[in-house]
């Protein structure tokens, strides 16, 4: 080979394509895998409204030591101070979120929601909301510890977690504080 001659060998031609073949696959696995993890934007804000919906009607029921119903429910300072039914964890016997003759009246009444489990997102009519039949929603609930100067024992913190399609969860809380009694 004369000093004239310019090229690649047949040699060098292999190399080159085998590096840039792996560079190229190694960039589009990287691409492969974001677009298999990332959350459909359309899945993931639905499941963000239906959090945020579930967590502010919780929120909006009262936290109190008695059930609501209770004839001293405005004036009890402790559970012992009600005139009937202190308020557990979980709805009392009848009570179900579904139901306008006895729906959820307290806070506390949504722990573990939904019970019994129920497949898709429901109106608090029991009817299936359509087109979110994949989505499955959930609350949990925990006694906070003292709070913004708030005694330990009088907040709860309050979870939702929303499952949607491909397995997307969101997950929102927030803190509820028991009304002081109406002295």
């Known amino acids: 080979m004369s000093t004239d001659e310019r090229g690649l060998s047949l040699i060098e031609l292999l190399v080159f394509i085998v590096v840039v073949g792996i560079a190229v696959t190694g960039v589009l696995s990287v691409f492969s895998l974001n677009a298999r993890t990332s959350a459909d934007p359309v899945v993931q804000k639905q499941a963000l409204a239906i959090a945020d919906s579930l967590l502010e009607e919780v929120l909006a029921k009262p936290y109190t030591y008695c ?12 559970v012992a101070g009600c005139a009937t039914t202190p308020e ?17 009246d307290n806070v506390n009444d949504y722990s573990g929601f939904p019970t ?3 497949t898709g997102i429901v109106d608090l009519n029991g009817n299936a909301v359509p087109g979110l039949g994949a989505y499955t929603a959930t609350v949990q609930m925990q006694p906070a510890g003292a709070f913004n100067g708030i005694p330990a024992g ?6 939702v977690t929303v499952t949607g399609p491909g397995s997307h969860s969101v997950t929102l809380s927030g803190y509820r504080t028991r009304y002081a009694p109406n002295l």
């Open 67 to 78: 059930d609501p119903d209770d004839a001293n429910v405005e004036t009890a300072a402790n």
């Open 88 to 104: 557990g964890m979980g709805p009392e016997a009848g009570e179900t979120r579904y139901s306008n003759l006895t729906p959820f």
């Open 116 to 118: 019994p489990m129920v």
């Open 154 to 159: 009088e907040t709860l913190l309050v979870t």
